[in-house]
Nanobody
Framework: QVQLVESGGGLVQAGGSLRLSCAAS????????MAWYREAPGKQRELVAK???????NYTDSVKGRFTISRDNAKDTVYLQMNSLKPEDTAVYYC?????????WGQGTQVTVSS
């Protein structure tokens, strides 16, 4: 079993920044990929950003140029740097990791952006 623990959420004004962290209980060296998802009230959970084993990254269109996903293998931690935050970024953000055929989720961290 792999534990993923998110941190770094909170309340921020529009235009501000937050950095989310996801600490894994398993090494990131052999991951397939890690990703951040978000779920806003009344909406489906959506993929925000993804980083693959070769460090290639993908972003949903609404966050391109504002969010950056990265990882620190030495700390087994994945980050999501969020800049120029907008009220529509308000959601619970979840970390997801895939090792071989297994997928693991964190408990989520709330991000609230006030206008």
């Amino acid at each position: 079993q792999v534990q993923l623990v998110e941190s770094g959420g909170g309340l921020v004004q529009a235009g501000g920044s937050l950095r989310l962290s996801c600490a894994a209980s398993r090494s990131l060296f052999n991951i397939n990929y890690m990703a951040w998802y978000r779920e806003a009230p009344g909406k489906q959970r959506e993929l925000v950003a993804k980083i693959s084993s070769d460090d290639s990254t993908n972003y949903t269109d609404s966050v391109k140029g504002r969010f950056t996903i990265s990882r620190d293998n030495a700390k087994d931690t994945v980050y999501l740097q969020m800049n120029s935050l907008k009220p529509e970024d308000t959601a619970v953000y979840y970390c997801m990791g895939r090792w071989a055929i297994r997928t693991y989720w964190g408990q989520g961290t709330q991000v609230t952006v006030s206008s």
